[in-house]
Every structure is written in structure tokens, then in C-alpha cells.
């Protein structure tokens, strides 16, 4: 979350590009514009190898998929989603996600990097972490409770974004996608066995809810 001068995560509401607005529709604008995507599961390849770097930047092939993004991550109930997870390895990633604070944050990035946090100034959270690429399963995992995010927007303009509690965890976990890295990877071996199990045991319930949200969407 990114909290400007003078304000505390109770001034504003909603929170677009990191930046605070006075009103926001309940559906992103994005949601209406685009498609729902097919979301990649755990194990297929374009999830574990690296992005490449975005770019087309200003072009319709780019605002589309960031369109079809926020689509597919509104009917998959989620908090973030990586392009990866759209079938596409470009380092980008949108977010529609409330944190705890009740300060709900909109937005998209791409080529992101995190900065580096000093070793004084880093404090570990353990918390209940899921993924829409792993359906079903959640696990603790253990991730900075501050996070800052440089990169570009949609039309190359430079951004900053800062997430504290929830949002910086949604900020580090969206980022490790693009590195090609799932939460699965911060297990235990035999941790990340079960919680695949699971995964397999729960994914075509939450693939027939996605599939029933789309439908009332009319996606």
C-alpha cells in the first residue's frame, strides 16, 4: 500500500496506480472490457522458467491483455494475477485486492522489480498464502510485511508501488511469478507433495466455479 504525505491507510478508500481516488466502481472498468482467459496450473512450463520483458508499450495488444487480465482474475475470485498465469511470459501483473486496512487497491504493472529491504529494517510475516495456479490448497509462508515495486505502466510511464500487510505480500508473490517461482517453491518437499495432492483433488470444483462466474458476468 502506498501512503502519501500526511495520510494514514484510513484517508482514502481505494487506491488506483498507488494513487488515491474518491470514488471507484465495485467491477474495475477493465472487467467489462475484457475477455476471460484460460488460467495455467501448476507444472505447465510457462510458469517455472523467467518473463521476458514488456516492450509494446502504448499498443492495444498490450492494454487488451491487461483488459483480459482483470477479467480473469475477477472471476477466479483472486487477489493479483500474473501474466504467466494467462499463458503469456511477459513481466506484468495486475492487482484488485483489499488490504488490512479495508483500503482497496487497483492496478497493473510491468517489468517490476522489488527493492532491496536493508536487513534492520526486514520483519518476516507467516501467513496463509494460495495461488490461482494451485486451486485449492493454501499454506503459511513467511513474507516481508513491507514491499516497494518499481517498474511501468501501460504506456511506459515510470511507477511506484508501496504494499504493506497483505498488499506487499500479493506485490512479492506476483513478482515471484515472473521469475518463474509459485509459493510451492517456498516449501518443504514434502509440504509442497501434499499441497499438490490437494490440488489435484480440489482444482475441477474451482475450475466449475471460475467457469460459473464468467457465465453471470456474461464473460
Given at each position: 500500500m502506498t501512503v502519501g504525505s500526511g495520510d494514514t491507510p484510513q484517508?482514502?478508500?481505494v487506491r488506483v496506480q498507488g494513487e488515491p481516488v474518491d470514488s471507484y466502481p465495485r467491477l474495475a472498468p477493465e472487467v467489462g472490457r475484457g475477455a476471460v482467459r484460460r488460467i495455467t496450473v501448476a507444472g505447465e512450463e510457462v510458469l517455472h522458467r523467467p518473463c521476458r520483458e514488456v516492450t509494446g508499450f502504448g499498443t492495444p495488444e498490450l492494454a487488451q491483455l491487461i483488459d483480459d487480465m482483470f477479467a480473469t482474475n475477477q472471476v477466479a475470485e483472486g487477489?493479483?494475477?500474473?501474466?504467466n498465469q494467462v499463458g503469456v511470459d511477459l513481466r506484468l501483473f495486475v492487482w484488485d485486492m483489499t488490504?488490512?486496512?479495508?483500503?482497496?487497491?487497483?492496478g497493473h504493472i510491468a517489468?517490476?522489480?522489488?527493492?532491496?529491504?536493508p536487513a534492520e529494517q526486514r520483519r518476516l510475516v507467516e501467513?496463509?498464502?494460495g495461488c490461482l495456479s494451485v486451486p485449492g490448497p493454501y499454506r503459511v509462508v513467511p513474507r516481508l510485511d513491507r514491499a516497494v515495486v518499481r517498474g511501468r505502466d501501460k504506456d511506459g510511464h515510470p511507477l511506484v508501488?508501496?504494499?504493506?500487510?497483505?498488499?506487499?505480500?500479493?506485490?512479492?508473490?506476483?513478482?515471484?511469478h515472473l521469475h518463474g517461482h509459485l509459493y510451492l517453491d517456498r516449501l518443504a518437499r514434502r509440504e509442497r507433495k501434499t499441497a499438490l495432492r490437494e490440488m489435484e483433488e480440489s482444482k475441477e470444483?474451482?475450475?466449475?466455479?471460475?467457469?460459473?462466474l464468467a457465465a453471470k458476468l456474461g464473460k
Open positions: 484517508d482514502r478508500r487477489a493479483g494475477l500474473a501474466a488490504d488490512d486496512w479495508g483500503v482497496r487497491h487497483v517489468n517490476p522489480v522489488l527493492d532491496e529491504v501467513e496463509s498464502e508501488i508501496e504494499g504493506r500487510g497483505y498488499f506487499a505480500r500479493c506485490l512479492q508473490h506476483e513478482t515471484d470444483e474451482k475450475f466449475a466455479r471460475r467457469a460459473a
